[in-house]
């Protein structure tokens, strides 16, 4: 009996000690709120285990001791963050586009300055073409924006429909002021050339061309040439217009030869003009030139069609030399190929020194304006006629 007491006692105080011992495993339950030190005190989950069962049998389950809970969390978290900063840098986007369509829509009601300016404070000449070229830039950020992903497929659809919808307006105010400022000035006058004639050059041939009296008296560093032109028939218009100097025949040319696109040459380096003239129909065109990095343009009816650099940089045109209306030259003022003849009319045809801006040139097509070239100003005094070259009274802005 006394062993059986002694038994029963040394259980209960073995069972009394494990329990003792066990009390520090759980500190969460003797602790709560912001007071309990997680770095002194690890933080540890208990989970009851009957007595006579293998603890191997029960696995950890709390928080952080595996399981795909806590790693779906986070990978749902990263993607909440990721798709709060796409949103926030599609809004920037859409609101950057639609300040700028509030401005052209402005100016197309007549609402706006005369001037519009970028985001740099830069100076953009508000005609027309200028506001096209800025529609063509707001189409392709619109595009952009559409390509990129988003999984709030309601709140981008809305925007970006609101985007388009604008567009489309500006499109079809831009295509009432085209309309309107067509050929017509600010007054809504058409402004007449002071020297109105065309000279035309029937047929090719060896003989036929104009000479222009006045010549550079000093090297220049840029040039603008413009002119009205309509094409004759037949495959390439020719050359409407050379200038020579001693030692070089192709110092500065236009030439359309056979059928080869439109050609600049300058000191006998060529550049392709992508110009669409041979629809027997009156255009102008402008080409300008610079020096500094061989800059040119051209431009057609007074919209850009092409630019480049690289074309004779750093070579000056140089003086003394003779300006030839529809002939190539291959000697100073002479040596003319049939083969290379201008075919066609041409009309107001200037030179300047200088590299004239687009709102000038534009001008100048929409005869809104009319400059007269410091180096060549179309007259019938200065251009003197050889071979039976035709000229009639002709203005092109009536």
Request: aromatic letters at 8%; glycine letters at 8%; a negative charge.
């Given at each position: 009996?006394?062993n059986?007491q002694?038994l029963?006692l040394?259980t209960?105080?073995i ?5 003792i011992l066990?009390?520090p ?11 309990h ?17 293998d ?6 389950t ?12 986070l990978h749902?978290?990263?993607s ?5 900063e796409?949103?926030l ?19 197309g ?11 740099t ?12 070229r ?7 950020r619109?595009?952009?924006l ?5 999984t709030?497929?309601s ?18 105010q831009?295509?009432?002021?085209n ?6 000035g ?5 402004t007449?050339s ?7 050059f029937?047929m090719?041939?060896?003989?036929m061309y104009?000479?222009?009296?006045t010549?550079?008296l000093h090297?220049i ?18 050359t ?34 992508p ?14 030139w ?12 007074g919209v ?10 750093w ?7 003779v ?9 100073l003022?002479?040596?003319f190929?049939?083969t ?14 200088h590299v004239l ?14 400059l007269?070239g ?16 035709t ?8």
């Open positions: 009996m006394r059986s002694s029963h040394s209960s105080l069972r009394l000690v494990f329990f066990s009390l495993l759980c500190p969460a339950s003797a602790t709560s709120g912001s007071d030190n997680y770095v002194t005190h690890p933080r540890f989950v208990c989970t009851p285990i009957p007595v006579d069962a603890p191997a049998c029960f696995p950890p709390g928080p952080g001791m595996g399981g795909s809970g806590p790693t779906t969390i749902l978290r990263e909440l963050v990721q798709q709060k796409t949103i840098d599609q809004r920037e986007t859409i609101r950057e586009l639609t300040a700028k369509l509030t401005l052209c829509e402005g100016f009601q007549g609402a706006a300055s005369p001037h519009m300016y970028t985001d404070g830069r100076d953009i000449t508000s005609s027309p073409e200028q506001m096209e800025m529609l063509q830039a707001l189409k392709k619109l595009d952009n559409q390509q990129k992903r988003n709030s497929t709140y981008s659809s809305s925007l970006t429909e609101l985007l388009q919808r604008n567009i489309n307006t500006l499109e079809q831009l295509s009432v002021l309309r309107k400022s067509s050929f017509t600010s007054s809504g006058k058409k007449k002071p020297e109105a004639f065309q000279i035309g029937p090719r041939t060896n003989y104009g000479r222009v009296k010549t550079l090297e560093f840029a040039l603008t040439l413009c002119l009205w032109i309509k094409a004759g028939v037949g495959p390439g218009m020719g409407p217009f050379s200038y020579s100097v001693p030692g070089q025949a192709n110092e500065l040319v236009l030439i359309e030869w056979g059928n080869n696109p439109m050609e600049l040459l300058i000191d006998d380096k060529a550049v392709t003009l110009l669409s003239l041979s629809d027997g129909k009156w255009h102008h065109m402008c080409v300008t610079s020096t500094r990095d061989g800059q040119w343009e051209v431009f057609q009816d850009q069609r092409g630019s480049g650099e690289n074309l004779s940089a070579h000056p045109v140089r003086p003394g030399g300006f030839i209306l529809g002939q190539e030259q291959d000697a003022g002479g040596r190929d049939a290379q003849s201008f075919v066609g009319e041409i009309s107001d045809l200037n030179m300047w020194s801006p687009a709102r000038d040139i534009y001008s100048l097509s929409s005869c809104s304006s009319h007269n410091d180096v060549i100003a179309w007259s019938e005094t200065e251009v003197e006629l050889h071979g039976g070259v000229k009639y009274p002709f203005d092109p802005c009536s």
